[in-house]
């Protein structure tokens, strides 16, 4: 089964799930479902409901309640975003200008403000306890990952520990409680709900190391940012935190100057690039991906051959092969 081929598994859910975050945003505060509908529109994969959708469906479960539960997960998602443009400084997301480049930082806020209590309030009427609980702590973790971030911004001496906290809570616990929660809608023993949502965590890793080189090797086309994005906002990601742990002395030093002044001048940034991939940066980031799909992978050793879990299987591997 290739990509193109997972689709058609949750196509008709894709679309109700389209359906019922337009339905949701509706306000009679016309800038709420403008903002929004401009982000949520912008070409997101919808990575985390087709997981909570396939999770739910390799757990047993085809029914109703999964598609506004994948849509409050996107929504904290989409939240998330919009408030992490506003601290990035950042004025492009997906190929366009970002949201808060258009209507401002506080129309951006606000606005992920809204999507944020809109997302718990679907909860309250799925009315899971439970599932409440799970997305609490996923969104708590979230935020901590990202307060985290900013206080390690242009930190050349964070560490590699640093980095996975980061990338755990920022990206993979929101991915791994969609797919946690598939496995509740299924009724999954305690074991299964567990492989599930250690599937969906090593798979966030494994998709937000590949995004962080994606941002050093990637044509600006093809990524939709600019090459060097994270690096000129002052995010020390993994690729430089192993070059510089392993560059000569004199490099070191030029590295840390740009990474003081990351909106210098555009030859150090040429500069930086070409040393990250000279130092093995890239490659050392690259393995690390592999090896958290990997044990993404042997999280499903226990579920049954089928659709479902090839299509699981399939997102595992297109995590560290994919371009954009």
């Not at 606000?110 to 609490?136: C, H, N, P």
């Not at 590949?210 to 050093?216: C, I």
């Not at 040429?270 to 890239?282: H, M, P």
Request: with cysteine; proline share 4%.
């Amino acid at each position: 089964m290739s990509i193109e081929k997972i689709f058609p598994l949750v196509e008709k859910e894709l679309q109700a799930i389209e359906a019922e975050m337009t339905r949701n945003l509706i306000s009679e505060i016309v800038m709420i479902p403008t903002v929004s509908k401009y982000l949520i529109s912008s070409g997101g994969k919808r990575f985390r409901p087709m997981l909570l959708v396939l999770c739910a469906k390799l757990s047993g479960y085809y029914g109703p309640r999964a598609i506004p539960l994948a849509g409050t997960i996107e929504f904290i998602h989409t939240a998330s975003l919009l408030h992490d443009d506003v601290v990035d400084r950042a004025f492009m997301r997906r190929g366009l200008a970002s949201a808060n480049s258009v209507w401002g930082d506080g129309a951006s806020v606000l606005v992920g403000d809204f999507l944020f209590t809109k997302a718990f309030w679907l909860l309250t009427q799925d009315g899971d306890l439970r599932i409440l609980e799970i997305v609490s702590h996923a969104t708590n973790r979230l935020a901590e990952g990202e307060v985290m971030q900013m206080t390690k911004m242009g930190d050349p001496g964070i560490s590699e520990e640093d980095y996975y906290y980061v990338v755990t809570n920022k990206t993979a616990v929101l991915i791994a409680a969609a797919c946690q929660i598939g496995a509740i809608l299924g009724g999954s023993s305690p074991e299964k709900e567990k492989c599930l949502s250690t599937f969906g965590l090593n798979l966030g890793i494994a998709f937000q190391l590949m995004d962080d080189v994606l941002d050093y090797v990637s044509a600006t086309e093809e990524l939709g940012k600019t090459i060097g994005k994270d690096l000129s906002e002052g995010k020390i990601t993994l690729p430089l935190i192993h070059t510089l742990r392993t560059c000569s002395p004199d490099d070191k030093n030029r590295l840390i100057q740009v990474i003081h002044d990351p909106k210098g001048k555009e030859e150090d940034l040429k500069y930086i690039l070409e040393l990250v991939r000279r130092t093995g940066g890239i490659d050392y980031t690259i393995r690390q991906a592999e090896n958290f799909a990997g044990k993404a992978t042997s999280a499903l050793t226990e579920f049954p051959a089928g659709p479902e879990k090839d299509a699981l299987l399939i997102l595992a591997q297109y995590t560290i092969q994919r371009r954009k």
